[in-house]
């Protein structure tokens, strides 16, 4: 409900609308976590830690594909739960020519070395087709 919908209705502005709005509200004004706190998703590791493997993968990611300063380029440390899936896996994208390439590495992000990467040679073959559709990424 906009701002204007709840004044009409006798409801402060500021007041959040409904569950969703007030959840939205207390996530944008919590405080962030110190970055030596663990970090409830990264399997014991620190903010600081995942962060810095994060942005590790990023950086080897935009080397090896020769890839420019403002590509986008997305990491992900995903858990899964399917059988015969690892538990942790590092998901990587980026976008190069309005084509998004895509490829896993089946280990943690902080076990993630730059060998695990894909060969340079291979990034036309990690072009994602316009049409494919996925359950698992």
Same mark, same amino acid.
Not at 13 to 42: I, M, N
Not at 90 to 119: C, G, M, Q, S, Y
């Given at each position: 409900?906009?701002?204007?919908?709840?004044? &009409?209705?006798?409801?402060?502005? $500021?007041?959040?609308?409904?569950?969703?709005?007030?959840?939205?509200?207390?996530?944008?004004?919590?405080?962030? #976590?110190?970055? $030596?706190?663990?970090?409830?998703?990264?399997?014991?590791?620190?903010?600081?830690?995942?962060?810095?493997?994060?942005?590790?993968?990023?950086?080897?990611?935009?080397?090896?594909?020769?890839? &420019?300063?403002? #590509?986008?380029?997305?990491?992900?440390?995903?858990?899964?739960? =399917?059988?015969?899936?690892?538990?942790?896996?590092?998901?990587?994208?980026?976008?190069?020519?309005?084509?998004?390439?895509?490829?896993? =590495?089946?280990?943690?992000?902080?076990?993630?070395?730059?060998? $695990?990467?894909?060969? &340079?040679?291979?990034?036309?073959?990690?072009?994602?087709?316009?049409?494919? &559709?996925?359950?698992?990424?």
């Amino acid at each position: 409900m906009d701002r204007a919908k709840r004044t &009409a209705s006798g409801m402060k502005a $500021d007041q959040p609308a409904d569950d969703y709005d007030s959840v939205l509200s207390a996530w944008f004004t919590k405080p962030s #976590a110190p970055a $030596d706190e663990p970090d409830p998703f990264a399997s014991g590791r620190t903010r600081a830690e995942q962060s810095a493997a994060l942005e590790r993968v990023k950086e080897w990611t935009r080397q090896r594909f020769k890839l &420019a300063e403002e #590509a986008a380029i997305l990491v992900s440390e995903l858990e899964c739960r =399917l059988p015969g899936c690892p538990p942790l896996e590092t998901v990587i994208a980026f976008w190069e020519n309005d084509k998004r390439h895509h490829f896993k =590495l089946f280990k943690p992000v902080a076990k993630v070395a730059l060998d $695990d990467l894909p060969f &340079a040679w291979m990034k036309s073959e990690l072009i994602v087709p316009d049409d494919f &559709a996925c359950e698992c990424c």
